[in-house]
T-cell receptor, first 113, second 108 residues
């Protein structure tokens, strides 16, 4: 248990569906991150939030829409995804964006059909 | 951006064996970390080691920053050590960049 909880653990969705991934951290951290892990590829940083403000968006398609309503919660809203978006989506948090140590959740395994 | 390469890509061991995993990086780093991802996807930080040597139980890591590589040593491996080991590096101008990982399987 790392203090970062992601739900759901598994999600299957059609290309026309809208769904959301949720991340909650109980560590009192101020920075939260979304990563994408595709098969046979390194983890890719998608978004960085610091004190609920998005500070980084790494050329992620608009069909992925993050939301950070407070420093403990982070969402990733999904709509009109493509099969190549199937991956493990990992959330992480750190004390702040300069902190070197990040704690990761267990991930949501997303399959787009 | 920084390039991070890990070797070997796959490693199969018998329980009790020792192993060394390597991470090469292409630039000077201010952050170098080793992670273990278990079969259920959980990513656990093992070491924050931009330079020097650290030990934690059966695991130890050494980073030679001037030569741009890091090594992770696993001694007396156990089946619970199975999973993917990632190295990740960060420079002053880039975020944490992950390597492709080493898939470790420890057989009983």
């Amino acid at each position: 248990e790392t203090g970062v909880t992601q739900t759901p653990r598994h999600l299957v969705m059609g290309m026309t569906n809208k769904k959301s991934l949720k991340c909650e951290q109980h560590l009192g951290h101020n920075a939260m991150y979304w990563y994408k892990q595709s098969a046979k590829k390194p983890l890719e940083l998608m978004f960085v939030y610091s004190l609920e403000e998005r500070v980084e968006n790494n050329s992620v398609p608009s069909r992925f829409s993050p939301e950070c309503p407070n420093s403990s919660h982070l969402f990733l809203h999904l709509h009109t995804l493509q099969p190549e978006d199937s991956a493990l989506y990992l959330c992480a948090s750190s004390q702040d964006v300069r902190d070197r140590i990040a704690f990761f959740g267990q991930g949501t395994r997303l399959t787009v059909v | 951006g920084i390039q991070v390469e890990q070797s070997p890509p796959d490693l199969i061991l018998q329980e009790g064996a020792n192993s060394t995993l390597r991470c090469n990086f292409s630039d000077s780093v201010n952050n170098l970390q080793w992670f273990h991802q278990n079969p259920w996807g959980q990513l656990i930080n093992l070491f924050y080691i931009p330079s020097g040597t650290k030990q934690n139980g059966r695991l130890s890591a050494t980073t030679v920053a001037t030569e741009r590589y890091s090594l992770l040593y696993i001694s007396s491996s156990q089946t619970t050590d199975s999973g993917v080991y990632f190295c990740a590096a960060e420079t002053s101008g880039s975020r944490l960049t992950f390597g492709e990982g080493t898939q470790l399987t420890v057989n009983p």
